[in-house]
């Protein structure tokens, strides 16, 4: 069973461009939910998408933005981006909306801001 | 405050040295705690899932425990390959929302 595909894998960009991330789940896994992880932060919480519709927000601004296909597939977008915008972004998906299985996350997206 | 604490932030053992990860927790309304194990430039692997206070789940070198306040991994006669960083994570209810609250991960590094 094919995983978490992330795409692309690393990404140089400079200040004020924006940018979009892919992600296709695992089959038949619905809810997609998206992670900035930095070496300060750790794991951040941006959001979660489920049967196309956003079901979940963290604490990012509004230039953080995504949405999902009706085949559950994801992207992100990220506009003006900032010095402070490099990061790993992760993706993770599992069958359904804020349940209790686990998430199965994708390598990830390496973002460098220059 | 929801908050989740892992320790140590960094460890380093013998291969062979079992030792144990912590992970303390504060949240309201727990509803699972999770482990993963993260290799350099990979994502999160998932390990084990925990639901209740007493709760043990294991798997090769590995074994996760859950009290009402925490959790502890269980590392036995490790391995070099077992070095990763491990995280930590617990499902809260917040904004009107489960989500994952997770630690900042411990970095375990396994001398052969």
């Known amino acids: 069973k094919a995983g978490v595909t992330q795409t692309p894998r690393y990404l140089i960009k400079t200040r004020g461009q924006q940018v979009t991330l892919s992600c296709s789940p695992i089959?038949?896994?619905?809810?997609v939910s998206w992670y900035q992880q930095t070496p300060g932060q750790g794991l951040q919480f941006l959001f979660e998408?489920?049967?196309?519709?956003?079901?979940n927000k963290g604490n990012f601004p509004g230039r953080f933005s995504g949405r999902q296909f009706s085949n559950s597939r994801s992207e992100m977008n990220v506009s003006t981006l900032e010095l402070g915008d490099s990061a790993l972004y992760l993706c993770?998906?599992?069958?359904?909306?804020?349940?209790?299985?686990?998430?199965?996350f994708g390598d990830g997206t390496r973002l460098s801001i220059l | 405050e929801d908050q989740v604490t892992q320790s140590p932030e960094a460890l380093r053992l013998q291969e062979g040295e079992s030792s144990s990860l912590n992970c303390s927790y504060t949240?309201?309304?727990?509803?699972?705690l999770f482990w993963y194990r993260q290799d350099p430039g990979k994502g999160p692997e998932f390990l084990f899932t925990?639901?209740?206070?007493?709760e043990e789940k294991e798997k090769e070198r590995l074994k996760a425990t859950l009290t009402k306040k925490e959790s502890f991994l269980h590392i036995t006669a490790p391995k070099p390959e077992d070095s990763a960083t491990y995280l930590c994570?617990?499902?809260?209810?917040?904004?009107?929302?489960?989500?994952?609250?997770w630690g900042a991960g411990t970095k375990l590094i396994i001398k052969p």
């Open positions: 993770a998906s599992s069958p359904g909306q804020g349940a209790r299985q686990p998430q199965h």
């Open positions: 089959s038949g896994h619905r809810s």
């Open positions: 998408y489920f049967s196309e519709t956003q079901r």
């Open positions: 949240v309201s309304g727990l509803r699972g």
């Open positions: 925990l639901y209740s206070a007493g």
């Open positions: 994570a617990v499902q809260a209810y917040r904004d009107s929302n489960y989500q994952l609250i």
